[in-house]
């Protein structure tokens, strides 16, 4: 296998990715959330992340639990390894994350994940504890270059001046009880479907701040480039690329687009896509937990924005069989009669547990 290359867990309905880096000789392995199970039955990030070890960087984006549970376990299996076998853990939601510590009923059981990583730092050489936001560069990384560009300052200030004790790490996107009832839109013609008007993020509903605050990165590398979009929304990310000088005629080249949200359509939109120059899409999902993504609505966009070269193939990677997403869906994404001109492919693993492989768009 090549040396640089990235791997999309099968995470179920959440998000697990291993990303193998190498810039100018030097090589580093960057994990980015966890998947939303503790077993490895359930969960083949567990297993996978150990074959790799030590990891340069472990990111875990928010608290939602379907990106969370695989960072929290991988820390309780090697809680007290010493070294610890990762050197950087970028957590921004460390503090308001629960973490048990003991079995025993009679002793303080629940302590939270910065406790735990600040236990760690004092016996090795873990960088963790600085908050990680639009714009923050560590010049320290030789293997890549990584540039957060979400949370933005002013959302992630909010963010912290408005927590409340409810809002802990009890209360994420799986018990939120926001699911879409989105009407079927499968026999929409996607022109119609990306010129829906998109609602903002909304900083008064704890789900979407939880969301907001997603930490998103650029990370490019001497074989990929990839826009990893977490769950952010997608004027955050815009208005961070604006201030970097990207528009319609400067856009950002990038080769790979994880999509925010697993294929949301609120979290991605016309006017980001508009700035964007890139044919490769992730989206990662089974489809599962009632939340029907990937919504068609959001493959439009990418499809039918305004700046769309039709004359360029758009590429969709799954990291599940589309038969699987679309049975727990119960309907299916696209529609052959109406989506046949559009000039896209799909791209999925042959099997459910089959770890999707994105190659170097260098070296094929």
Not at 344 to 355: L, W
Request: aromatic share 10%; proline share 5%; charged share 25%.
């Amino acid at each position: 296998m090549q040396e640089s290359y990235i791997q999309v867990m099968p995470a179920r309905h959440g998000d697990a990715l291993i990303l193998h880096c190498s810039k100018n000789g030097n090589r580093g392995i960057i994990a980015i959330d966890g998947g939303p199970y503790p077993n490895p039955r359930f969960n083949p990030f567990i297993k996978e992340i150990e074959k790799h070890l030590p990891i340069d960087l472990m990111v875990a984006t928010h608290f939602d639990d379907d990106h969370l549970v695989g960072i929290k376990r991988f820390i309780e299996n090697h809680r007290n390894d010493n070294p610890f076998p990762v050197k950087r853990i970028w957590a921004n939601c460390a503090k308001h994350i629960s973490f048990d510590l003991s079995e025993d009923l009679s002793s303080k059981k629940a302590s939270k994940m910065a406790d735990v990583l600040w236990e760690i730092s004092q016996t090795s050489q873990l960088d963790w504890e600085k908050y990680r936001l639009n714009g923050f560069v560590d010049e320290t990384i030789s293997f890549a270059d990584i540039e957060v560009i979400n949370p933005r300052i002013d959302i992630f200030e909010h963010f912290i001046a408005s927590y409340k004790e409810e809002y802990g790490c009890g209360y994420t996107e799986e018990n939120l009880s926001n699911k879409k009832d989105k009407k079927s839109d499968i026999n929409v013609d996607m022109h119609e479907l990306a010129n829906r008007p998109k609602a903002p993020g909304n900083v008064d509903k704890p789900s979407e701040l939880i969301n907001m605050v997603s930490v998103s990165m650029l990370i490019c590398c001497d074989a990929f480039s990839l826009l990893a979009l977490g769950d952010s929304f997608s004027q955050e990310i815009y208005k961070s690329l604006v201030e970097r000088g990207y528009s319609k005629i400067n856009k950002l080249h990038v080769d790979y687009v994880k999509m925010p949200h697993h294929g949301s359509a609120e979290n991605i939109s016309n006017e980001l896509l508009d700035i964007i120059d890139c044919d490769n899409y992730i989206i990662t999902t089974d489809g599962s937990k009632g939340f029907k993504h990937p919504h068609r609505e959001a493959l439009a966009n990418v499809l039918c924005h305004p700046e769309r070269d039709y004359s360029r193939v758009v590429h969709f990677y799954f990291n599940y069989p589309l038969e699987t997403i679309e049975k727990n869906r119960e309907e299916a994404l696209f529609n052959a009669e109406l989506d046949n001109n559009l000039n896209f492919e799909c791209h999925e693993p042959q099997e459910t547990e089959r770890i999707l492989i994105l190659p170097s768009c260098y070296n094929t």
